[in-house]
């Protein structure tokens, strides 16, 4: 016997939780935009995507968003630091790969300064995954030694039913137990068996890439330039990314008052890493698409232990120009034999 | 043979004998309806060019890329009427010389692919006068007369939830051959023009300065709105200022590569309704 969230329950369940102050979120579809939004009804969700256009990084590191505002005047200076409005929410029907990507920016946003932001968002979220029943050509989550019903960054983890009728009930972090205290009695023990999570082919080799990556002969390889010749240089990649995380520092305002805000900003731009004097040590767009490979799967795990990758495929999704990390990874895996 | 077949002997013959040096062709994409850009500098190599109804990027801003062209060599092209416009425009405000530009021309229509006679931008301009006599449809036209419809507050209410969807990617950008300006104006900071933040005002100011920016240039190639990751339908925009400008001045973007650019040039004719 395990627990069961039959789906007729499941409005019931949203309106639970918003009367214990939380505000819940998920996957829905838009102004033609599938992404993550806040509901008020269970029937706005919509679970049948394989996954939405925009990440869940959205929830957590959003594009622009105020740090302080500033005054100044002939004797004072006042500053005033915009912290994220306190919010308790919940995630219902998160993707694996997009939990994920957030337990994978962790340790980067706690690193040698511990990002408020970021941390009081994650503090205030209980993430309630899915596991995915069906995948398309793009998704590569196996590629990166994860799965469809992976939990790693997930406080619970449901399992669709054979019948579609509902979910299994995995409770994962102390988290995600509170916040299914709230609709303990909604749930219900059953032995209906849970649906066989989606088969994603593994799409190249992820150990081999790595390997080749790290070899410091690799860095200049003409392989770069031929790979990434139709790049148009645009951040759809880096923006759709859950684990990209650069962002810029700009102040907003005059010299009397304004706000700074914290904006994404992604290395496929040109002026990324322009110095003031003119010298741009990534020149060329080829230089740019190296560093997001050799961040993602080198210079990161390096690090912080663990690739920069969820393995959600929207990189070579929605890319303009049909690249990506598969593609580039596949072909390094082909160098690497 | 098919137009395929024609295509790949063609730039065979080109790159064997050194006539160009480059042919930027489609590809196999990741998928069986994708196509990619390619770029083949070798006669061996010509048969990983593809062409057939889903090839519909257009192109033509690859050639403006820095230095593909500063060596004085031809480099061909597949185009699509839009592109060769494209070309036009490119020639017409110096960036490039229309000379060193070889073109593979193309039409789609339904599942069919045509080609278009000619080799140089001239050769094209019947073709080009066709196409504003009788512009193809786009395919959007019923949400186009909705947005005609609207009153001007429904019509601000609609663009403000499209544009709030925005994250400045600047993909739009990226993807149109007529965006490119070494430095563009939201990336100037001293003095910083438009604010950068991708909030509704970061988000307006920059959708209405690239749609200013584009009147009298845009093609209508729709690069832009397919590679838009949050599905703003730009291209509606660019083709409104278009039919602006064709009433106004009688302005059809990239009919020949002498032709002066509409907002850089004046006529002593010109209509002066729109100054108080
Ligand atoms: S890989 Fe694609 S999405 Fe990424 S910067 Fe290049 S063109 Fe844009
Ligand atoms: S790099 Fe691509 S596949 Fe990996 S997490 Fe980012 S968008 Fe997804
Ligand atoms: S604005 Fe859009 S449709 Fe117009 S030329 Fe540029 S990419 Fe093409
Ligand atoms: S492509 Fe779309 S999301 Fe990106 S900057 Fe242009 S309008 Fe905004």
Same mark, same amino acid.
């Given at each position: 016997?395990?627990?069961?969230l039959?789906s007729d329950k499941l409005d019931k369940c949203v309106e639970r939780w918003k009367s214990?102050?939380l505000t819940v979120m998920g996957p829905v579809q838009r102004a033609n935009i599938k992404t993550y939004a806040a509901v008020e009804h269970a029937s706005e969700f919509d679970f049948g995507l394989?996954l939405t256009d925009r990440?869940i990084?959205d929830l957590?590191?959003?594009?622009?968003?105020? /740090?302080?505002?500033?005054?100044?005047?002939?004797?004072?200076?006042?500053?005033?630091?915009?912290?994220?409005?306190?919010?308790?929410r919940i995630i219902f029907g998160a993707r694996?790969?997009?939990?994920?990507? /957030?337990?994978?920016?962790?340790?980067?946003?706690?690193?040698?300064?511990?990002?408020?932001?970021?941390?009081?968002?994650?503090?205030?979220?209980?993430?309630v995954?899915i596991?995915?029943?069906?995948?398309?050509?793009? &998704?590569?989550?196996?590629?990166?030694?994860?799965?469809?019903?992976?939990?790693?960054?997930?406080?619970?983890?449901?399992?669709?039913?054979?019948?579609?009728?509902?979910?299994?009930?995995?409770?994962?972090?102390?988290?995600?137990?509170?916040?299914?205290?709230?609709?303990?009695?909604?749930?219900?023990?059953?032995?209906?068996?849970?649906?066989?999570?989606?088969?994603?082919?593994?799409?190249?080799?992820?150990?081999? &890439?790595?390997?080749?990556?790290?070899?410091?002969?690799?860095?200049?390889?003409?392989?770069?330039?031929?790979?990434?010749?139709?790049?148009?240089?645009?951040?759809?990649?880096?923006?759709?990314?859950?684990?990209?995380? &650069?962002?810029?520092?700009?102040?907003?305002?005059?010299?009397?008052?304004?706000?700074?805000?914290?904006?994404?900003?992604?290395?496929?731009?040109?002026?990324?890493?322009?110095?003031?004097?003119?010298?741009?040590?990534?020149?060329?767009?080829?230089?740019?698409?190296?560093?997001?490979? /050799?961040?993602?799967?080198?210079?990161?795990?390096?690090?912080?232990?663990?690739?920069?990758?969820?393995? &959600?495929?929207?990189?070579?999704?929605?890319?303009?120009?049909? /690249?990506?990390?598969?593609?580039?990874?596949?072909?390094?895996?082909?160098?690497?034999? | 043979?098919?137009?395929? +077949?024609?295509?790949?002997?063609?730039?065979?013959?080109?790159?064997?004998?050194?006539?160009?040096?480059?042919?930027?062709?489609?590809?196999?994409?990741?998928?069986? !309806?994708?196509?990619?850009?390619?770029?083949?500098?070798?006669?061996? +190599?010509?048969?990983?060019?593809?062409?057939?109804?889903?090839?519909?990027?257009?192109?033509?801003?690859?050639?403006? %890329?820095?230095?593909?062209?500063?060596?004085?060599?031809?480099?061909?092209?597949?185009?699509?009427?839009?592109?060769?416009?494209?070309? %036009?425009?490119?020639?017409? !405000?110096?960036?490039?010389?229309?000379?060193?530009?070889?073109? #593979?021309?193309?039409?789609?229509?339904?599942?069919?692919?045509?080609?278009?006679?000619?080799?140089?931008?001239? *050769? #094209?301009?019947?073709?080009?006068?066709?196409?504003?006599?009788?512009?193809?449809?786009?395919?959007?036209?019923?949400?186009? =007369?909705?947005? =005609?419809?609207? %009153?001007?507050? *429904?019509?601000?209410?609609?663009?403000?939830e499209?544009?709030?969807k925005?994250?400045?990617?600047?993909?739009?950008?990226?993807?149109?051959?007529?965006?490119?300006?070494?430095?563009?104006?939201?990336?100037?900071?001293?003095?910083?023009?438009?604010?950068?933040?991708?909030?509704?005002?970061? %988000? #307006?100011?920059?959708?209405?300065?690239?749609?200013?920016?584009?009147?009298?240039?845009?093609? @209508?190639?729709?690069?832009?709105?397919?590679?838009?990751?949050?599905?703003?339908?730009?291209?509606?925009?660019?083709?409104?200022?278009?039919?602006?400008?064709?009433?106004?001045?009688?302005?059809?973007?990239?009919?020949?590569?002498?032709? !002066?650019?509409?907002?850089?040039?004046?006529?002593?004719?010109?209509? @002066?309704?729109?100054?108080?």
């Amino acid at each position: 016997m395990t627990k069961i969230l039959f789906s007729d329950k499941l409005d019931k369940c949203v309106e639970r939780w918003k009367s214990a102050g939380l505000t819940v979120m998920g996957p829905v579809q838009r102004a033609n935009i599938k992404t993550y939004a806040a509901v008020e009804h269970a029937s706005e969700f919509d679970f049948g995507l394989i996954l939405t256009d925009r990440s869940i990084k959205d929830l957590f590191f959003p594009q622009t968003e105020p /740090m302080l505002r500033y005054t100044i005047k002939k004797d004072a200076i006042n500053t005033d630091e915009c912290l994220p409005p306190r919010e308790q929410r919940i995630i219902f029907g998160a993707r694996a790969c997009d939990a994920s990507g /957030m337990a994978i920016d962790d340790p980067l946003f706690g690193w040698d300064y511990k990002d408020e932001y970021w941390f009081q968002r994650r503090n205030e979220s209980v993430i309630v995954t899915i596991a995915c029943t069906n995948a398309d050509e793009f &998704c590569m989550c196996t590629s990166l030694k994860m799965a469809p019903d992976s939990t790693k960054g997930s406080d619970v983890l449901l399992r669709p039913l054979e019948n579609s009728k509902g979910w299994q009930v995995e409770e994962l972090t102390e988290r995600g137990r509170e916040a299914f205290k709230t609709i303990a009695d909604l749930l219900q023990e059953g032995s209906d068996t849970a649906a066989p999570v989606a088969a994603v082919a593994e799409k190249f080799d992820l150990d081999a &890439c790595v390997a080749w990556l790290q070899n410091p002969e690799n860095f200049d390889s003409k392989f770069w330039k031929e790979i990434s010749m139709r790049c148009i240089g645009c951040a759809s990649c880096t923006y759709l990314c859950p684990t990209c995380h &650069c962002f810029d520092i700009q102040d907003e305002g005059d010299t009397y008052s304004g706000i700074r805000r914290k904006n994404w900003d992604s290395c496929s731009f040109a002026l990324f890493t322009l110095h003031t004097s003119g010298h741009n040590p990534r020149s060329t767009q080829s230089a740019r698409w190296r560093q997001r490979i /050799m961040h993602k799967f080198n210079y990161f795990p390096s690090k912080f232990n663990a690739n920069s990758c969820s393995g &959600c495929g929207r990189c070579s999704r929605e890319c303009p120009v049909d /690249m990506g990390i598969t593609e580039t990874l596949q072909e390094i895996s082909k160098l690497s034999q | 043979m098919s137009i395929e +077949e024609q295509y790949r002997k063609r730039a065979m013959e080109l790159l064997s004998g050194g006539a160009v040096k480059m042919v930027i062709g489609y590809g196999r994409g990741s998928n069986a !309806e994708r196509r990619r850009p390619v770029f083949i500098s070798s006669p061996e +190599e010509v048969n990983r060019l593809v062409l057939d109804e889903a090839c519909i990027a257009n192109l033509s801003g690859y050639l403006v %890329n820095e230095g593909l062209l500063s060596d004085e060599k031809r480099v061909a092209v597949f185009l699509r009427p839009e592109g060769i416009r494209a070309i %036009n425009i490119l020639a017409a !405000e110096s960036q490039l010389d229309a000379e060193q530009i070889v073109i #593979f021309g193309f039409d789609v229509s339904g599942n069919e692919v045509k080609a278009l006679k000619g080799i140089h931008v001239e *050769e #094209f301009e019947d073709v080009i006068g066709a196409i504003k006599e009788h512009a193809p449809e786009m395919g959007n036209e019923e949400l186009l =007369e909705k947005i =005609e419809q609207m %009153n001007p507050q *429904e019509r601000f209410a609609f663009w403000k939830e499209e544009f709030a969807k925005c994250i400045k990617c600047y993909a739009c950008r990226q993807a149109c051959p007529m965006c490119y300006c070494r430095r563009c104006i939201v990336d100037s900071n001293q003095p910083q023009w438009v604010n950068t933040s991708s909030h509704s005002l970061g %988000n #307006f100011e920059w959708n209405i300065v690239r749609a200013f920016h584009l009147s009298g240039r845009c093609v @209508e190639c729709g690069n832009c709105d397919r590679a838009c990751p949050v599905n703003i339908p730009l291209r509606l925009i660019n083709h409104r200022m278009a039919q602006e400008v064709l009433k106004s001045f009688d302005h059809f973007a990239g009919m020949s590569k002498t032709q !002066e650019p509409v907002l850089a040039s004046f006529k002593k004719d010109d209509s @002066e309704t729109f100054i108080l």
